[in-house]
């Protein structure tokens, strides 16, 4: 009898364990997980029985919580709602929440691993439950310059820190108000919402991190650096230079956009190819370099890789297993690549940090509700992508084609800007896409910036990047600079 009790006790023992070890699990281990599976629908409702953490710009709330008079206790309010939009999101009182909202509800609900001692001496003090704040690494100076710059383009501006990778500046237009999608009315949130869904602009997209487009132009800083770090090439290797180029094995015709030579004379410099933007001479050394060889070059800038920063960043592509036609055509950010201009941001990032890759970061601090730092942020180093030598010679390459060549709607009186433009085609008559990325001061990077225009800027195929996209760059980096 007294074996057969132990026996009972064992497996009493073994369960009891069992059930406080998965307890353990879910409560310690996976509780951020649970709280932020949108699937999660009491963690939404009950989100709104504590007074959410705010989200704050330069220490100013721009989405915060206020008492409600019914039941859900308290409504979610932005400021400025259009600007930044595409930071915060929105978190419905039905469906799922997005932006910063949906990335760090479980810090703005207090409910992170990280805030558990918090909760347990709210209960025990009695204090009402609140979540953290959360300090956003935008300048509201940038992000207001980029929204006016930006005018009614449909399209987007980042303005990142090339030193740290903090994202100073992220719009998107066009936008939407996120006040209309809070609201504690079922019907008014469903309708609102319906019609930014059938809104042919999709508002409802955060293009700097979300819109993927062919890159056009401004991926020949991708190829000049895998040329350049091949240790075969300087800036005065020379291609020739024909009004038209045949890609090997094909018929297809490649031409530049003035329809012409790269310039004067039978052969053009890769320094000239660059500061003229000249499609030829890269659709040659694209084939001399090989898909492979680009592809590892890209990647280190962080195409075909996923980011969170902390929102999900859709991955930028560069694709594999390329011939020499297709690997011609992407050489001048044809074919199949695309990019989002986050994703640009961080290839002149790199550039202007010496050639070190940043990793991109939104949040500065999550605030305890006594202002205390529960966490700060640090920078991120990605890796090294090039070295300081040929990051400074495509920074000089990159201002020529400020002062004198295809990028020279940049220039600014007094600043070296380096930059390059980008007008990119997505087939045989929709509207090109157009681009500029780049930083100032050129040779003390503060500000690093990439613009870009959708739908041709409503010029259709008549636009390109030097005559909408780099004014927009400009009157950015007047502001930013002269702040």
């Known amino acids: 009898m007294n074996r057969e009790l132990k026996r009972v006790s064992i497996v009493v023992m073994l369960m009891f364990v069992a059930l406080l070890s998965s307890t353990s699990v879910v409560q310690a281990f996976q509780a951020d997980n649970l709280s932020a599976d949108p699937r999660n629908t009491r963690t939404l409702y009950d989100s709104y029985q504590v007074e959410r953490g705010a989200i704050l710009v330069a220490g100013d709330p721009i989405a915060q919580s206020m008492p409600a008079d019914d ?39 207090g409910n992170s691993n990280s805030q558990f001692f918090d909760k347990i001496s709210a209960l025990v003090t009695g204090q009402d439950p609140k979540g953290a704040a959360v300090e956003v690494t935008i300048d509201p100076v940038a992000q207001q310059a980029a929204w006016d710059a930006l005018g009614d383009y449909t399209g987007s501006v980042v303005v990142t820190e090339p030193a740290t990778g903090r994202i100073l500046a992220m719009v998107s237009k066009p936008s ?33 991190i979300r819109s993927l487009n062919p890159p056009g132009s401004v991926f020949k800083l991708v190829v000049t650096t895998a040329a350049l770090e091949s240790g075969s090439y300087t800036p005065e290797s020379t291609f020739p230079n024909p009004t038209v180029y045949t890609a090997p094995g094909t018929t297809s015709r490649i031409e530049n956009s ?10 053009v410099t890769l320094a000239t190819a660059l500061r003229l933007s000249c499609n030829i001479p890269f659709a040659e050394l694209g084939v001399e370099l090989g898909d492979t060889a680009i592809r590892e070059t890209a990647e280190k800038f962080g195409f075909n890789s996923s980011f969170n920063i902390p929102m999900t960043v859709s991955e930028s592509v560069y694709p594999r297993g390329l011939d020499d036609p297709q690997t011609a055509q992407s050489a001048f950010g044809q074919y199949d690549v695309q990019a989002t201009p986050l994703q640009m941001a961080m290839v002149s990032g790199a550039i202007a940090n010496g050639g070190v890759s940043m990793a991109p970061n939104l949040v500065q601090e999550i605030l305890a509700p006594n202002l205390s730092a529960i966490e700060t942020f640090e920078p991120v180093e990605r890796g090294r992508v090039m ?97």
């Open 387 to 483: 070295s300081e030598e040929t990051a400074a010679t495509l920074t000089a390459m990159m201002i020529n084609g400020v002062q004198d060549g295809a990028a020279s709607n940049a220039r600014i009186d007094g600043v070296d800007v380096a930059g390059k433009t980008g007008t990119a085609q997505n087939g045989s008559t929709d509207p090109f896409t157009l681009w500029f990325t780049g930083f100032a001061p050129a040779n003390d990077p503060q500000y690093a910036i990439t613009v870009l225009v959708e739908n041709g800027g409503g010029m259709g195929q008549t636009g390109f990047g030097n005559l909408l996209a780099a004014p927009v760059a400009q009157k950015v980096l007047e502001a930013v600079l002269n702040k």
């Open 258 to 267: 003035s329809g012409g030579t790269c310039g004067a004379g039978e052969t």
């Open 71 to 109: 039941d859900l206790k308290f409504l979610r309010t932005y400021t400025n709602p259009e600007l930044y939009a595409p930071i915060t999101g929105y978190i419905p009182i039905n469906g799922e929440p997005t932006g910063l909202e949906s990335a760090l509800n479980a810090e703005l609900t």
């Open 176 to 208: 939407f108000n996120p006040n209309l999608l809070t609201v504690h009315n079922n019907a008014e949130v469903a309708a609102s919402y319906e019609a930014l869904l059938a809104d042919e602009n999709d508002p409802l997209i955060n293009r700097a």
